[in-house]
T-cell receptor, first 112, second 110 residues
């Protein structure tokens, strides 16, 4: 059974810092891995999707890496801004149905 | 494109009542999913569908039922509501890999 752990559970940083969010998963037989952002009381917004054959994906100030064999992914946020404050969720996609198994998330606060 | 829509936004149910949470998507996606999110936790998969007429159980299917008679709609049925079903319910759809989520339905069972 796939289990996903995200560390840290919460993070508070001053504006402008670069930061790394960590995700680990127990079953390396994944199809892909997605990173999502969730604002309080809102739905999820997909940030990045990494195919199982890829090592990383970049979008603007965000960079996600994947090491499938060791069961790890990281989300790197450069030059953080207060608008980045949200909960970030990691979710490996399992089998051809692409169903996702979620971690509990990292709650990020970027202080002005 | 409205994307993924969910109704209602919020509902209070009494223990033992039943209700259907509606989900619709206008992106012609084959894959649709229902998740629940308890406070401070990640999402857990309830049911999913890979196309009209095909559904399958996820991690936490007990107490729920689904149907998929059309590509667009994927309703979630709660029979005999219990306090443990108090949660926020999210519907999602995808064409292949990236999943798009609806705004959620907040359900309170008292």
């Amino acid at each position: 059974k796939q289990e996903v752990t995200q560390i840290p559970a919460a993070l508070s940083v001053p504006e402008g810092e670069n930061l790394v969010l960590n995700c680990s998963f127990t079953d390396s037989a994944i199809y892909n891995l997605q990173w999502f952002r969730q604002d309080p009381g809102k739905g999820l917004t997909s940030l990045l999707l990494i195919q199982s054959s890829q090592r990383e994906q970049t979008s603007g100030r965000l960079n996600a890496s994947l090491d499938k064999s060791s069961g790890r992914s990281t989300l790197y946020i450069a030059a953080s801004q207060p608008g980045d404050s949200a909960t970030y969720l990691c979710a490996p996609g399992m089998d051809s149905s692409y169903k996702l198994i979620f971690g509990s998330g990292t709650r990020l606060l970027v202080r002005p | 494109n409205a994307g993924v829509t969910q109704t209602p936004k919020f509902r209070i149910l009494k223990i033992g009542q039943s209700m259907t949470l509606q989900c619709a998507q206008d992106m012609n996606h084959n894959y649709m999913y229902w998740y629940r999110q308890d406070p401070g936790m990640g999402l857990k998969l309830i049911y999913y569908s890979v196309g009209a007429g095909i559904t399958d159980k996820g991690e936490v299917p007990n107490g729920y039922n689904v149907s998929r008679s059309t590509t667009e709609d994927f309703p979630l049925r709660l029979e005999l509501a219990a306090p443990s079903q108090t949660s926020v319910y999210f519907c999602a759809s995808s064409s292949e890999e990236t999943q798009y989520f609806g705004p959620g339905t907040r359900l309170l069972v008292l």
